[in-house]
């Protein structure tokens, strides 16, 4: 996971990106200082319900049960097809506990 100002590579996304392990999305650059401060608190679980506010699954990298960021290895995501569309992808982190990490 990153979050990193958008820049010229970026076409599509802008202001401030956040890349998890299953999807990159912009954030709302008005809300950096609140953003910033939850990563260099290690607040977690403040970015992620952030997230989950205006993403469906919220930070996808991040285990609730755990408080921790896992990359997409150790989260063993598994995308879900129905009839031959992506559905959504599942995660399972290293301690068992399991969440919808994309819908």
Known sequence: MAIRPAGS??????GTICA?????VSLNPAHNQDIFRW???GDLAALHAYMEDKFDGG????CPACDRI??????????????G???????VCPQGHKRIVDD
């Open 9 to 14: 590579e970026d076409k599509i996304l802008r």
């Open 59 to 62: 930070l996808d990298a991040y």
């Open 85 to 91: 569309m992506y559905d959504c992808s599942r995660g």
């Open 39 to 41: 990563l260099a608190a």
């Open 20 to 24: 998890g392990i299953t999807r990159s």
């Open 70 to 83: 896992y990359c997409r290895t150790h989260y063993n995501v598994c995308e879900e097809f129905d009839e």
